[in-house]
């Protein structure tokens, strides 16, 4: 089956710095890939997601970009804010189509 | 707006005691999952649904069952509580054609 790797955490930022959170997956394939959030207390949201190679997914400042060659989907954002404090999941399309399989999760938090 | 709801969001219950979680989706969605979350183990995933009264096993189904009786409303069983199932359990849906799972609040279970 699928497998990820993720970065591990905990991660911690000044305000306005920059982030990067590495992943990178074993697939059989070409599976779409997703980044989900999680805010304290809070279910797990979708952030962004690519499905196909060199697509690139993007929202709310975050970026990550599809990468066939080396199999992964690092997330970025160019200037992080305290509302961003959160746990971040990186989870390519599993053995099914519609199943995910999980990272272990890189807990960011940003300080003012 | 897309909806997942938990029963509860804490509970509370005694070792050997039966424990039903609830989930209910109203955005008819095909595939219904349960997950449990633990701290440097990231989401696993426990069972899934695609179909009124259809499951699959997922990575660690043992001492968990499921109920699907109705396409809105998927149920999670503990037949006999015990301590190493205290954990964050989450409900998600999906729909075949798109494949952004959407996440409820989650339902912290304590099991003394």
């Known amino acids: 089956g699928n497998s990820v790797t993720q970065m591990e955490g905990p991660v911690t930022l000044s305000e306005e710095a920059f982030l990067t959170i590495n992943c990178t997956y074993t697939?059989?394939?070409?599976?779409?890939l997703f980044w989900y959030v999680q805010y304290p207390g809070e279910g797990l949201q979708l952030l962004l997601k690519?499905?196909?190679?060199?697509d690139k997914g993007s929202n709310k400042g975050f970026e990550a970009t599809y990468r066939k060659e080396t199999t992964s989907f690092h997330l970025e954002k160019g200037s992080v804010q305290v509302s961003d404090s959160a746990v971040y999941f990186c989870?390519?399309?599993?053995?099914?189509?519609?199943?995910?399989?999980f990272g272990k999760g890189t807990k960011l938090s940003v300080i003012p | 707006d897309v909806k997942v709801t938990q029963s509860s969001r804490y509970l509370v219950k005694r070792t050997g005691e039966k424990v039903f979680l609830e989930c209910v989706q109203d955005m008819d969605h095909e595939n219904m999952f349960w997950y449990r979350q633990d701290p440097g183990l990231g989401l696993r995933l426990i069972y899934f649904s695609y179909d009124v009264k259809m499951k699959e096993k997922g990575d660690i189904p043992e001492g968990y069952s499921v109920s699907r009786e109705k396409k809105e409303r998927f149920s999670l069983i503990l037949e006999s509580a015990s301590t190493n199932q205290t954990s964050m359990y989450l409900c998600?849906?999906?729909?075949?054609?798109?494949?952004?799972?959407?996440f409820g609040p989650g339902t912290r279970l304590t099991v003394l």
């Open positions: 998600a849906s999906n729909q075949i054609s798109t494949d952004t799972q959407y």
């Open positions: 690519a499905t196909k190679a060199d």
């Open positions: 697939a059989t394939g070409y599976p779409s």
């Open positions: 989870a390519p399309e599993g053995a099914g189509s519609y199943q995910l399989t």
